[in-house]
C-alpha cells in the first residue's frame, strides 16, 4: 500500500501528536508467539536445529519493571533494562537460555534467545503481538505528560519535512506538537534507530491520535485498537556518519508487516539533511 502524495495535502491537525519519549509501558493479556529455527555453532562450525513452530503465552504486569511469560508448562520473570528492553532465563534441558525481549510499542515485542550448554551456544528469534487483553489493566508507570526542554535534531526534521509537505498546525496549537520523537531498539542491526509515526486508516489517511490514556486502553484491546488505525506511516532513521539513512515504511499494525518501503540518505548530520533525507524516502 502506497500513501497517496494528495494526502499529505491534508492539515496537519490530521497528523498524531507525539508521543512522549521514555519507557515503554507493556499490556498485559494474551500473546500470540512465533519463532524460527535454532542457529547452533560449535567448534567454529554453524548449522540449523530445531524446527519453527507458534504458541500463545499469557503476559503479566506486576508492577513497572517487571513482566511474566507463562505458557506451554514455563513460567519466566522479566526484569526491565532499558525504556524498552526486558531479559529474562530459563535453565533446564541441560542449557542456560537468556531472552532478550524488545517491546517495539506495548502490545508488540521482539526477542531473541541466547542459549548455551552441552558444547554448544545457539539462537533463536521469536515475535510477540498481542491478541487478547487482560481483565487487569497495566499499572500506570510513567509520568507521559510532555516536558519543556529543546527539541531534538530528529523533531527538528520532521518538522522541516512537513512544513516542505505544504502541512501548517490546526488554528491553536503549534507544528511541534504534532511530532513523534522515540528511539527503539533494532535487532537486525543491534543499534538504536530513531522513528518518526503517524497513523493511517485502511485508506490511508493520516489520523489524529488519542490523549495518553485513551492511547494505552486502545493498544491493550486489540479489537479497539485496530479500528480504525491500520497502518503506519515510519520513518525509521540511522546514523551513519558522515551522513544519514532514513526508511520510509507503511506498516500493518495488526501483523507488523512492511508493506511498502523506500530508503533515502543524505550526506552530512544535521536536521536539514536529514529532512532532506526524509523527503528522499518518502517520494519513494
Known amino acids: 500500500m502506497m500513501l497517496k502524495p494528495c494526502l499529505l495535502a491534508a492539515p496537519l491537525l490530521l497528523l498524531a ?3 512522549a519519549a521514555g519507557p515503554v509501558q507493556i499490556c498485559p493479556g494474551t500473546y500470540a508467539a512465533s519463532w524460527g529455527n535454532v542457529t547452533l555453532s560449535a567448534g567454529g562450525t554453524m548449522l540449523l536445529a530445531g524446527t519453527p513452530g507458534a504458541t500463545r503465552l499469557r503476559l503479566s504486569v506486576p508492577d513497572c519493571d517487571t513482566a511474566v511469560l507463562e505458557g506451554d508448562g514455563q513460567r519466566m520473570v522479566l526484569h526491565r533494562q532499558g525504556p524498552d528492553h526486558f531479559q529474562g532465563q530459563l535453565d533446564g534441558g541441560g542449557a542456560q537460555r537468556v531472552f532478550d525481549v524488545h517491546f517495539t510499542s506495548p502490545a508488540q515485542a521482539v526477542a531473541l534467545m541466547q ?4 558444547g554448544l551456544q545457539g539462537q533463536r528469534g521469536m515475535a510477540l503481538r498481542l491478541i487478547e487483553g487482560s481483565t487487569t489493566p497495566p499499572p500506570a508507570c510513567f509520568d507521559t ?14 518538522m522541516l519535512w512537513a512544513e516542505a509537505q505544504g502541512l501548517a498546525p490546526a488554528p491553536g496549537h503549534e ?3 504534532y511530532i513523534s520523537d522515540r528511539a527503539t531498539y533494532d535487532p537486525r542491526r ?3 534507530a530513531h522513528r518518526v509515526s503517524f497513523e493511517l486508516d485502511r485508506d490511508g489517511k493520516i489520523l489524529p491520535q488519542p490523549d495518553e490514556a485513551e492511547r ?4 491493550c484491546d486489540p479489537g479497539l485498537f485496530l479500528n480504525p488505525p491500520r497502518y503506519l506511516l515510519n520513518f525509521k532513521i540511522f546514523d551513519l556518519p558522515p551522513g544519514v539513512s532514513v526508511f520510509a515504511q507503511i506498516i500493518d499494525i495488526e501483523t507488523g508487516a512492511i508493506t511498502a518501503q523506500a530508503e533515502g540518505a543524505a550526506n552530512g548530520t544535521t536536521a536539514e539533511a536529514l529532512a532532506a533525507a526524509m523527503a528522499e524516502a518518502h517520494a519513494g
Open 145 to 158: 505528560a510532555a516536558k519543556a526542554g529543546p527539541m531534538s535534531r530528529d523533531a527538528r526534521a520532521a
Open 216 to 219: 494505552m486502553a486502545a493498544f
Open 175 to 177: 507544528m511541534a506538537e
Open 190 to 192: 543491534d543499534v538504536v
Open 17 to 19: 501528536p507525539a508521543l
Open 115 to 118: 542459549a548455551q550448554g552441552g
